[in-house]
Nanobody, 119 residues
Framework: QVQLVESGGGLVQAGGSLRLSCAVS????????MGWFRQAPGKQRELVAS???????DYADSVKGRFTISRDNAKRTMYLQMNSLKPEDTAVYYC?????????????WGQGTQVTVYS
């Protein structure tokens, strides 16, 4: 069974940093595009950053210059380095991956990790 397991959320003061990780477990053949999404209370889930299998990056305007997405294909893990955090970054962060496995190609989601930024 394919699973995405996130870690690294927490409580941080504005201006601080956090690093999120998302590890893929299970029997798979390949991981295609991966991404980080977030959902704040009362708001829709939004894309924060994505990384293609070939390394192409995309960021939401609100996080450009502050967040960095990366992946280690050998470890089947994706990261989100978040610097200069702001209170408006407070949300539940979810990782997402397009994965090929015996079940075919499908989109998988992590369980979410809370990030809270206080001023």
């Amino acid at each position: 069974q394919v699973q995405l397991v996130e870690s690294g959320g927490g409580l941080v003061q504005a201006g601080g940093s956090l690093r999120l990780s998302c590890a893929v477990s299970g029997i798979i053949s390949s991981i295609n595009a991966m991404g980080w999404f977030r959902q704040a209370p009362g708001k829709q889930r939004e894309l924060v950053a994505s990384i293609a299998r070939d390394g192409r990056l995309d960021y939401a305007d609100s996080v450009k210059g502050r967040f960095t997405i990366s992946r280690d294909n050998a470890k089947r893990t994706m990261y989100l380095q978040m610097n200069s955090l702001k209170p408006e970054d407070t949300a539940v962060y979810y990782c997402n991956a397009n994965i090929d496995s015996v079940a075919g190609r499908a989109i998988y989601w992590g369980q979410g990790t809370q990030v809270t930024v206080y001023s």
